[in-house]
């Protein structure tokens, strides 16, 4: 019997472990714990997903992670947790399609890529409530030029090149809410397809077309739905689950 997908409240008992199967705990509209659902898809990894109510959060989750985030991952007695720490996990411990950059300087660049990537997430956050936006606009623009230039440097259209890198999909979550969130309110945060034809275009429509993408992602309206929900106080978790 397949585990139900709509989300586990405090109060409801645990679906029973199963020794040997990995399992996901979720939250279906979280950007990080989709960093870890396209490492799963990518690499073809079995597993199954709990998803949490993280307004009302059950003290089984609270007992697998003290700090009440989704991702959390649970295979047998491990337990990992904090997004970049699962993919990682799995990069190393499930050999198909492997993501993480061998080369000790590509490795020590991806990790430059992903700090300097909050500059995008935070300013693009911040246009909501600001009163002057020419600041946090100017700080994304850099942000964007810089990975345009990173990208022709390395031939594209992923920053891991021919193939997507552990750094694309670490990327991809955040950038898939940019462009659904703020087309309509934000024109201007987002990543233009002909200012930054590498980042833009490339990357996104070549993202864009990986399974794990398509198999992980929610469209605009949906993402919308969600954020409003989630903005007026009551993200509505199981939003477009019918069963
Ligand atoms: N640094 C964490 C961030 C995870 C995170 O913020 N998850 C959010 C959902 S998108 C969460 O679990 N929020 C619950 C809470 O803040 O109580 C990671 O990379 O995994």
Same mark, same amino acid.
């Given at each position: 019997?397949?585990?139900?997908?709509?989300?586990?409240?405090?109060?409801?008992?645990?679906?029973?472990?199963?020794?040997?199967?990995?399992r996901?705990?979720?939250?279906?509209?979280?950007?990080?714990?989709?960093?870890?659902?396209?490492?799963?898809?990518?690499?073809?990894?079995?597993?199954?997903?709990?998803?949490?109510?993280? %307004?009302?959060?059950?003290?089984?989750?609270?007992? $697998?992670?003290?700090?009440?985030?989704?991702?959390? !991952? #649970? &295979?047998?007695? /491990?337990?990992?947790?904090?997004?970049?720490?699962?993919?990682d996990?799995?990069?190393?411990?499930?050999?198909?399609?492997?993501?993480?950059?061998?080369?000790?300087?590509?490795?020590?660049?991806?990790?430059?890529?992903?700090?300097?990537?909050? %500059?995008?997430?935070?300013?693009?956050y911040?246009? $909501?409530?600001?009163?002057?936006?020419?600041?946090? !606009? #100017? &700080?994304?623009? /850099?942000?964007y030029?810089?990975?345009e230039?990173?990208?022709?440097q390395?031939?594209?259209?992923?920053?891991?090149?021919?193939?997507?890198?552990?750094?694309?999909?670490?990327?991809?979550p955040?950038?898939?809410?940019?462009?659904?969130?703020?087309?309509?309110?934000?024109?201007?945060?987002?990543?233009?397809r002909?200012?930054?034809?590498?980042f833009?275009?490339?990357?996104?429509?070549?993202?864009?077309?990986?399974?794990?993408?398509?198999?992980?992602?929610?469209?605009?309206?949906?993402?919308?739905?969600?954020?409003?929900?989630?903005?007026?106080g009551?993200?509505?978790?199981d939003?477009?689950?019918?069963?």
């Amino acid at each position: 019997m397949s585990l139900t997908q709509k989300s586990f409240a405090a109060g409801s008992t645990m679906p029973p472990v199963t020794p040997g199967r990995l399992r996901l705990y979720n939250m279906r509209f979280c950007p990080f714990a989709q960093r870890t659902r396209l490492v799963l898809e990518h690499k073809n990894i079995p597993y199954e997903t709990v998803n949490i109510n993280l %307004k009302s959060k059950p003290d089984w989750f609270l007992e $697998r992670n003290p700090l009440g985030l989704v991702p959390v !991952l #649970e &295979l047998d007695d /491990k337990i990992i947790y904090e997004s970049t720490a699962t993919c990682d996990w799995l990069d190393d411990v499930y050999p198909e399609n492997k993501l993480q950059p061998t080369d000790a300087y590509t490795k020590a660049w991806d990790r430059i890529l992903l700090e300097y990537f909050s %500059k995008i997430t935070s300013n693009v956050y911040a246009l $909501r409530t600001a009163t002057d936006k020419t600041k946090h !606009l #100017e &700080l994304i623009h /850099k942000a964007y030029a810089y990975y345009e230039n990173i990208l022709a440097q390395r031939g594209g259209p992923f920053f891991g090149g021919a193939k997507p890198a552990m750094i694309d999909l670490l990327m991809w979550p955040h950038m898939e809410r940019v462009v659904a969130l703020m087309s309509k309110t934000e024109p201007d945060a987002i990543v233009d397809r002909v200012k930054y034809p590498n980042f833009g275009a490339k990357w996104y429509d070549s993202m864009y077309s990986l399974p794990a993408v398509k198999a992980t992602m929610f469209d605009e309206a949906s993402h919308l739905r969600f954020f409003k929900s989630y903005m007026e106080g009551n993200p509505d978790y199981d939003f477009g689950l019918e069963e």
